[in-house]
C-alpha cells in the first residue's frame, strides 16, 4: 500500500524475514524506492509504479497474490517469479480472476513464472473462489483501487476471513474505503487513491502463538509488544491455552502465560490456519483427544502440512488422525526421534516447541527453514531455555 501511495510512507517495527524482503523486492521490482533495511524503519516513496519486466516474490505466497493484480495495473508485461515451494503453488485462483478482469495471464505450464499483462478493467461483478483462502481477495481488493473505477466482488466459500477484515482495516489507514456488504460481497467505489501512512507494524500473534504455548508446555513466558484488540485471527490461541487450562495472564501489551495441566480443547481453525502447528504441538502434551478443524486448510501451504504433521509427530509417539475435515491428536509423552522439516518454516517451529517436553533430544532436519517468516527463532528459543527456573520474556 506504500508502494502505490503518492508520498513517502514511513513503516516502523518492520520484521527482517524472507517473506518481509520479498515483498520488499517486489516493490522495488516495480521503481518503488524504499530508504532502510529489514529489521529497521523503512521510508517508502510510492506512487510512481512502472513494468521493469521480472518482478521476484521469493518463497512468499502472499507476496506473489498481492502484487499479481498490482502488477496488472502498471502498463505492459511483468513477469512474477519464485523459487522453493511457491513454485508448486497453484495459480488457477489468481489467473481466473485476472482473467475476468480482463488481465492476460501467461503460467508456465502450471506453474510460475507467470506473465501478467494489464490493463485491469472492473466491468460488473467479479465472482472469486476462496476455498483456497483470502490472499487473492487480499490483491484484487489493493490493486483495484488503482484503476480508479467502481467494482464489486463476489466471493464463495471464503476463508481466512479475519483477514480481510485487517486487509480493509490497513487500506482505511492508507485513505481508500472498502465497502463490505457482507463477507462475501465487496465494493470499491471509483476515483480513490492511497494516500502516504505512517504505519507502526504490530506483533504477529502466529509467532507469539509459538511462545505462549512453549509457556503452557515448560515454564513461564511472556510475550510482549501484543496489541490485545488486534484483528489478527491468531490472537485466538489466548482463548484456546484458557480452554486447555494453562493459565493466561493479559497484560498492557503482552500476554503472559504459565505451565499447568493441561487437557485436550476443541478448536475451529479454519479461518486460522497459522495456528495449526502450534495448536498441535499444545494438543501432543494434553491429556485426551484434543480435535483442531480446518484440516483442508493445510493441503497447500509450504508442504502438505496435514500430512507433514502426522508423519513427523508420529516419529515422536504422537498419534494424530484426519477425518474429513478433523484433526484428533491424542496427547502423549513425546519421545526422541529424528525429524524432517518439509522445507516448511511452520513445521519446524511446531517440532521444537513439542519437543520441549521430550526426555530426549529431538533432531530437525531442515531447522533453517525458519528464516521465512521468523528467523529469530533459534535465538529465542535458546534465550527460553537458558532460563528455566523463571519467567521469561520474548
Same mark, same amino acid.
Given at each position: 500500500?506504500?508502494?502505490?501511495?503518492?508520498?513517502?510512507?514511513?513503516?516502523?517495527h518492520?520484521g527482517?524475514?524472507?517473506?518481509?524482503?520479498?515483498?520488499?523486492?517486489? $516493490?522495488?521490482?516495480?521503481?518503488?524506492?524504499?530508504?532502510?533495511?529489514?529489521?529497521?524503519?523503512?521510508?517508502?516513496?510510492?506512487?510512481?509504479?512502472?513494468?521493469?519486466?521480472?518482478?521476484?516474490?521469493?518463497e &512468499?505466497?502472499?507476496?506473489l497474490?498481492?502484487?499479481?493484480?498490482?502488477?496488472?495495473?502498471?502498463?505492459?508485461?511483468?513477469?512474477?517469479?519464485?523459487?522453493?515451494s511457491?513454485?508448486?503453488?497453484?495459480?488457477?485462483?489468481?489467473?481466473?480472476?485476472?482473467? %475476468?478482469?480482463?488481465v492476460?495471464?501467461?503460467p508456465?505450464?502450471?506453474?510460475?513464472?507467470?506473465t501478467?499483462?494489464?490493463?485491469?478493467?472492473?466491468?460488473?461483478?467479479?465472482?472469486?473462489?476462496?476455498?483456497?483462502?483470502?490472499?487473492?481477495?487480499?490483491?484484487?481488493?489493493?490493486?483495484?483501487?488503482?484503476?480508479?473505477?467502481?467494482?464489486?466482488?463476489?466471493?464463495?466459500?471464503?476463508?481466512?476471513?479475519?483477514?480481510?477484515?485487517?486487509?480493509?482495516?490497513?487500506?482505511?489507514?492508507?485513505?481508500v474505503?472498502?465497502?463490505?456488504?457482507?463477507?462475501?460481497?465487496?465494493?470499491?467505489?471509483?476515483?480513490?487513491?492511497?494516500?502516504?501512512?505512517?504505519?507502526?507494524?504490530?506483533?504477529?500473534?502466529?509467532?507469539?502463538?509459538?511462545?505462549?504455548?512453549?509457556?503452557?508446555?515448560?515454564?513461564?513466558?511472556?510475550?510482549?509488544?501484543?496489541k490485545?484488540? &488486534?484483528? %489478527?485471527?491468531?490472537?485466538?490461541?489466548? %482463548?484456546?491455552?484458557?480452554?486447555?487450562?494453562?493459565?493466561?495472564?493479559?497484560?498492557?501489551?503482552?500476554?503472559?502465560?504459565?505451565?499447568?495441566?493441561?487437557?485436550?480443547?476443541?478448536?475451529?481453525?479454519?479461518?486460522?490456519?497459522?495456528?495449526?502447528?502450534?495448536?498441535?504441538?499444545?494438543?501432543?502434551?494434553?491429556?485426551?483427544?484434543?480435535?483442531?478443524?480446518?484440516? /483442508?486448510?493445510?493441503?497447500?501451504?509450504?508442504?502438505?502440512?496435514?500430512?507433514?504433521?502426522?508423519?513427523?509427530?508420529?516419529?515422536?509417539?504422537?498419534?494424530?488422525?484426519?477425518?474429513?475435515?478433523?484433526?484428533?491428536?491424542?496427547?502423549?509423552?513425546?519421545? /526422541?526421534?529424528?525429524?524432517?522439516?518439509?522445507?516448511?518454516?511452520r513445521?519446524?517451529?511446531?517440532?521444537?516447541?513439542?519437543?520441549?517436553? &521430550?526426555?530426549?533430544?529431538?533432531q530437525?532436519?531442515?531447522?533453517?527453514?525458519?528464516?521465512? /517468516?521468523?528467523?529469530?527463532?533459534?535465538?529465542?528459543?535458546?534465550?527460553?531455555q $537458558?532460563?528455566?527456573?523463571?519467567?521469561?520474556?520474548?
Amino acid at each position: 500500500m506504500a508502494a502505490m501511495a503518492h508520498g513517502i510512507s514511513t513503516l516502523r517495527h518492520v520484521g527482517r524475514s524472507d517473506d518481509v524482503r520479498a515483498a520488499m523486492e517486489a $516493490a522495488l521490482a516495480l521503481g518503488v524506492r524504499i530508504d532502510g533495511v529489514p529489521g529497521s524503519e523503512l521510508r517508502v516513496h510510492g506512487g510512481q509504479l512502472r513494468a521493469m519486466g521480472t518482478l521476484p516474490c521469493g518463497e &512468499s505466497g502472499l507476496a506473489l497474490r498481492m502484487f499479481a493484480p498490482i502488477a496488472a495495473t502498471v502498463g505492459g508485461p511483468v513477469q512474477l517469479t519464485g523459487r522453493g515451494s511457491l513454485l508448486r503453488r497453484p495459480l488457477a485462483p489468481i489467473t481466473d480472476a485476472l482473467g %475476468q478482469l480482463g488481465v492476460e495471464c501467461h503460467p508456465t505450464g502450471d506453474g510460475l513464472p507467470l506473465t501478467v499483462r494489464g490493463p485491469m478493467r472492473p466491468c460488473g461483478t467479479v465472482r472469486l473462489d476462496g476455498s483456497h483462502g483470502s490472499q487473492v481477495l487480499t490483491g484484487l481488493l489493493m490493486g483495484l483501487v488503482r484503476t480508479g473505477l467502481s467494482a464489486r466482488l463476489c466471493v464463495d466459500n471464503l476463508k481466512s476471513k479475519p483477514y480481510i477484515d485487517l486487509t480493509i482495516a490497513m487500506m482505511r489507514q492508507f485513505g481508500v474505503r472498502v465497502d463490505a456488504l457482507t463477507h462475501d460481497e465487496f465494493y470499491i467505489a471509483p476515483f480513490q487513491r492511497y494516500l502516504p501512512s505512517h504505519v507502526d507494524v504490530e506483533g504477529d500473534w502466529s509467532a507469539a502463538a509459538l511462545w505462549l504455548v512453549a509457556g503452557a508446555l515448560a515454564g513461564d513466558v511472556v510475550v510482549n509488544n501484543l496489541k490485545n484488540s &488486534s484483528l %489478527q485471527p491468531d490472537a485466538d490461541i489466548v %482463548q484456546v491455552l484458557r480452554d486447555a487450562g494453562a493459565r493466561v495472564v493479559l497484560m498492557d501489551g503482552g500476554v503472559r502465560v504459565q505451565r499447568d495441566g493441561l487437557k485436550a480443547f476443541v478448536y475451529d481453525a479454519t479461518h486460522s490456519p497459522d495456528l495449526f502447528p502450534p495448536l498441535v504441538a499444545l494438543a501432543a502434551n494434553c491429556v485426551g483427544i484434543s480435535e483442531i478443524r480446518g484440516a /483442508s486448510r493445510l493441503r497447500h501451504k509450504e508442504s502438505d502440512r496435514a500430512e507433514a504433521l502426522v508423519v513427523e509427530l508420529g516419529k515422536m509417539g504422537i498419534r494424530i488422525d484426519i477425518h474429513n475435515d478433523t484433526m484428533f491428536v491424542h496427547g502423549a509423552k513425546p519421545r /526422541s526421534a529424528a525429524l524432517s522439516s518439509h522445507g516448511d518454516h511452520r513445521m519446524v517451529m511446531a517440532c521444537a516447541v513439542a519437543a520441549l517436553m &521430550s526426555d530426549s533430544e529431538v533432531q530437525i532436519d531442515g531447522a533453517e527453514a525458519v528464516d521465512k /517468516s521468523y528467523p529469530g527463532f533459534w535465538d529465542e528459543l535458546h534465550r527460553l531455555q $537458558a532460563n528455566p527456573h523463571g519467567c521469561c520474556g520474548v
